[in-house]
């Protein structure tokens, strides 16, 4: 499965992070690639406005989930985990690693977002697949 699941990660170009707000709804956003990855599906790090409605939610409630998916393929991802908020330092230093509409979205309070990953559902060649993670440092 992680074979398939590289591949599906490395193609997809928009991922859709769900958060739960205060209301207890769940709010989604559509996002570019992550920043980084660690693990393979284990851990995401991704580029996020620190004063947004999603940071808001994580701070409040870290549960939450990370879908993206190859519609030619018919295939998707669904990760179900936790979301951190990492402070920046140094803008500077992130920047390199952004892609050209990261770069204009000029955030006044710039974050990055990791998601670690507890249960993955795989959906692909008509079939889906579930797997449970062990915490990884």
């Known amino acids: 499965m992680d074979q398939a699941i590289e591949k599906l990660l490395e193609a997809a170009d928009t991922f859709t992070i769900t958060t739960i707000g205060s209301d207890g709804f ?3 956003i559509a996002v570019s690639k992550p920043i980084e990855r660690h693990g393979g599906f284990h851990r995401f790090k991704f580029y996020l406005n620190g004063e947004g409605q999603t940071v ?21 991802l669904a990760l ?3 979301f951190f908020v990492e402070e920046l330092d140094e803008y500077g230093k992130l920047a390199a690693q952004l892609n050209e509409f990261q770069q204009q979205l000029n955030y006044q309070h710039p974050v990055l977002v990791v998601f670690q990953t507890l249960k993955v559902k795989h959906f692909h060649e ?3 697949e579930f797997t449970e993670i062990e915490a990884i440092d």
């Open 26 to 28: 769940p709010h989604a």
């Open 80 to 82: 179900k985990g936790y």
């Open 126 to 128: 008509l079939q889906t």
């Open 56 to 76: 808001e939610n994580i701070r409040h409630n870290r549960q939450g989930t990370l879908f993206c998916y190859d519609a030619a393929a018919h295939e998707s």
